[in-house]
Nanobody, 128 residues
């Protein structure tokens, strides 16, 4: 019922910035909570940030706090990435869940198992 399409990935030098965008379509109740994940080969998929469809309750993993900003712009979920580090390199995925409560778990890790719909991903590469 939901389709997600990411865009905005690319290659940048450490300290640079990128802006990712996720376009969603389908029933609004199917993406009440939106999220960004990232994955590097050989490593577990990591939850980066979550936000309510309304734009409220932005939440981040500790490693990106103060550097990344997640926001809602019309039908798109944006991820503004600043002061990028080589450790930020990976495939970034947009995901959605129908339970808005998943966006309200402050202090908890963002689990991919709780999100049903996924985009194809966009590659982010940060070099030293």
């Amino acid at each position: 019922q939901v389709q997600l399409v990411e865009s905005g990935g690319g290659s940048v030098q450490a300290g640079g910035s990128l802006r990712l965008s996720c376009a969603a379509s389908g029933y609004a109740r199917s993406y009440s909570c939106m999220a960004w994940f990232r994955q590097t080969p050989g490593k577990e998929r990591e939850g980066v940030a979550t936000i309510l469809l309304t734009g409220g309750a932005p939440r981040y993993t500790d490693s990106v706090k103060g550097r990344f900003i997640i926001s809602r712009d019309n039908a798109k979920t944006m991820l503004y990435m600043n002061s990028l580090e080589p450790e930020d390199t990976g495939m970034y995925y947009c995901a959605s869940a129908s339970d808005p409560g998943l966006c309200l778990r402050a202090g908890e890790t963002i689990s991919s198992a709780n999100f049903k719909y996924w985009g194809q991903g966009t590659q982010v590469t940060v070099s030293s």
